[in-house]
């Protein structure tokens, strides 16, 4: 049996007995953050279905967003009430079924970018819940929730391990065959969201370009200046100029 609710499918079963409700008022947080900062024309108007496992000796160890027709399936592994987690796995997962690219199987030298934004979708949707959760929360236990989205934040934002002293430009420049060759770089994918946080909360109108990297096609011969004048190049002049401070930001 299936709940539909808000562009998002929910499989009844493996939510350990937790009322769907509560499921759904969580993950639709998320598709809301993302509706408010992302055009309708540009927005992947696919539902998409959300299954959760929590069996030990299933072989997936992250959660996971699947292209399927004729809605996305993103499956995550969460235990009980733990909303943050929900959070933690559903924004990332939901950030790649918007973007909805091919990368993987065609060429995937660009796909560390569209891990960092969904690294990044990470941070800016809790941190914009745990501000909505604070004003008003329908279920129990309000402030524990809200005090370990807020310590997730923090210790995302303030690790030592994310901070660079040289322009980020600089940092990406010198990792940048690494990045290449592997698209789960994880803690590099992390430094790189975290030094564009900021960014991204000056000028939340960068998430509507996010859509687009699904339309670049890329060549063997592309470097990343390359990549980000294609994806420019698919932009309205209304969001080019957010687009070119995350651009020199990212390119030397």
């Not at 310590?151 to 990792?175: D, G, R």
């Amino acid at each position: 049996m299936q709940i539909e609710s808000n562009k998002i499918i929910l499989k009844e079963e493996g939510w350990n007995n937790i009322p769907s409700e509560k499921i759904l008022y969580v993950l639709t947080s998320v598709v809301f953050f993302f509706e408010h900062h992302i055009k309708q024309e540009n927005f992947n108007q696919k539902l998409v279905l959300v299954q959760n496992n929590t069996d030990e000796s299933d072989p997936y160890i992250h959660s996971k967003m699947f292209k399927a027709t004729p809605e996305n399936w993103i499956y995550i592994k969460v235990k009980g009430e733990n909303w943050i987690e929900y959070l933690h796995q559903f924004s990332h997962e939901y950030c790649h079924h918007l973007i909805e690219s091919s990368f993987e199987n065609t060429n995937d030298k660009f796909g560390w970018i569209e891990e960092v934004f969904c690294e990044l979708a990470r941070l800016h949707v809790i941190q914009n819940i745990s501000e909505n959760w604070s004003k008003s929360f329908p279920f129990n236990n309000k402030n524990k929730h809200i005090q370990s989205l807020n310590t997730y934040l923090e210790k995302s934002l303030n690790a030592s391990s994310f901070k660079i002293i040289s322009p980020l430009n600089e940092w990406i420049t010198k990792n940048i065959d690494s990045l290449i060759s592997e698209r789960y770089h994880r803690e590099k994918n992390k430094l790189i969201a975290v030094n564009l946080f900021r960014l991204f909360l000056e000028h939340p109108s960068l998430w509507n370009t996010i859509p687009f990297i699904k339309h670049i096609e890329i060549s063997e011969e592309m470097d990343l200046k390359g990549f980000f004048y294609a994806w420019d190049k698919l932009l309205s002049e209304k969001d080019r100029p957010a687009f070119i401070l995350l651009k020199n930001k990212m390119v030397k």
